[in-house]
């Protein structure tokens, strides 16, 4: 019914995070070098996911008609009862997809940094005394 | 059938984003983000009707089947539009921008 919401909203709020940490990130260059990708990249590949995957059910959604481009867009906020049924769906269905794509998103950022890290000899902090 | 077409066109993209460094300069990987995302998402999807239908789930009617597959066409036609116009605002080979600048010196 709109289980698509929940991923979004993830989306809205890794994209938020991801822009922070690259603003952290930048004022920070330099002064530390590390053997890894940096966060705000693997954040850009969770926030592609999140956001390209909810546009394409969002179409899905419009296809079936269950969203409408008038107030109030979903359908089932007409009625109580779909109501209450479309917000177990994104509670349940919803919750499940945004889990199962940053459970992915964790396993190939974790798996990118190990490549990364076994493909270059080791890189100490700057600054640091051998 | 709408997931099946969307892993094959993440799993296509993929490939292609794999072999070929002129389709990631291409922003390729925009493609891959969408199939991808969406995939795990009807993956859920699916999982969950069949936990609902049963063996049903694998016996889906014609005409269901037939609007499935229409919709995943549908499905992968909005995400090559979509990188169409990433790739043209983007512009990393730089040919709309020297196209335009070429029609504004004539």
Redesign the interface.
Known sequence: MA??LA?MTEAIVTTVIQKAVKKKEDSSEGKETVNKIPLSDKLR?LN??????????A??HL?HGEITPFFPFLTAARDPADTAEMLHEIA??GS??AI??TA?WTVVAIAADKLCSAGRPAVKKAGASS | M?LLM?VFAAVISTIIWYISSKARELKV??L??????????????AV?EYLEAGAEFFEPAASDMLNDTF?GI??IA??LV?WVIYLLIKDPAGTLKSNILSRKDH
Do not use: I, K, N, Q
């Open positions: 289980c698509f991923p590949w592609g996911m999140l956001w390209g995957g909810s546009g394409l059910l179409f899905e296809w349940t269905s499940a997809m199962l794509v992915v | 709408t969307t990987g925009v891959l983000y969408m199939f991808w995302g969406a995939s795990l998402m009807w993956l859920v999807d969950v919709l549908s499905v909005l995400a979509v």
